[in-house]
């Protein structure tokens, strides 16, 4: 148990439909990732807050967002969702920003569009 | 941009065979690498990470890595498979970039491990 969490474990829903997965970070972690895993695109980096503000963009379509709020949660919005959103979203979160920290994963959102 | 490259998509060994995962990358800097391992269902686990001083790493599970920066190279390495071992591979270069911490993930390796 890497102290990760997110929910929900599995999500289905249908084309052109929003969702929200939300994380929770080990507890005094600053830093929170979103990643994207699929079979096509592999593992992909999405983007990245420290402590309530952006810090790192990567391939994220404008039709996701994401945010860190105050108690250090995050939530990943996906709207106008297209078949091809089907992926396993993982969260991760490190205690600050530097480059050799270890990110811990959570078990990831296992999203399905049909 | 940094990029992994982890050569070998599958790999089957016998059990308690030893065990070399290939992983090369390209960084412009002295690159922070890491190995991940994902089992079935489950999130990534750390093995080991590299980021400075001695290039011979020693993770969990027995696992051990060489970084060789003359062959941009950071190959997994274990002397005997178990059946536990059965799982799919991620080498990872993180960089500070842009003042965020992002990973690059190679396309992993999965690992079988014939009884």
């Known amino acids: 148990d890497s102290g990760v969490t997110q929910t929900p474990k599995h999500l289905i829903t249908a084309t052109g439909q929003r969702v929200t997965l939300r994380c929770s970070p080990r507890?005094?972690?600053?830093?929170v990732y979103w990643y994207q895993q699929s079979l096509d695109q592999g593992l992909q980096f999405l983007i990245q807050?420290?402590?309530?503000?952006?810090?790192a963009k990567g391939n994220i379509l404008e039709r996701f967002s994401a945010q860190q709020f105050p108690d250090l949660h995050s939530e990943l919005n996906l709207s106008s969702l297209e078949l091809g959103d089907s992926a396993l979203y993982f969260c991760?979160?490190?205690?600050?920003?530097?480059?050799?920290?270890?990110?811990?994963f959570g078990p990831g959102t296992r999203l399905l569009v049909l | 941009a940094q990029s992994v490259t982890q050569p070998d998509i599958h790999i089957t060994v016998s059990e308690g065979a030893s065990l070399e995962l290939r992983c090369n990358y390209s960084?412009?800097?002295?690159?922070?690498l890491f190995w991940y391992v994902q089992s079935p269902g489950q999130g990534l686990q750390l093995l080991l990470k590299?980021?400075?001083?001695?290039?011979l790493v020693q993770g969990i599970k027995g696992f051990e890595a060489e970084f060789k920066r003359s062959q941009s190279s950071f190959n997994l390495r274990k002397p005997s498979v178990h059946w536990s071992d059965a799982a799919e591979y991620f080498c990872?270069?993180?960089?500070?970039?842009?003042?965020?911490?992002?990973?690059?993930f190679g396309g992993g390796t999965r690992l079988m491990v014939k009884p």
């Open positions: 960084y412009g800097a002295t690159p922070y």
């Open positions: 991760a979160s490190s205690v600050g920003l530097a480059g050799r920290e270890t990110q811990y």
């Open positions: 507890s005094g972690d600053l830093s």
């Open positions: 590299y980021f400075s001083g001695d290039t």
């Open positions: 990872a270069v993180g960089a500070t970039e842009n003042a965020g911490n992002m990973l690059t």
């Open positions: 807050y420290y402590n309530g503000e952006e810090r």
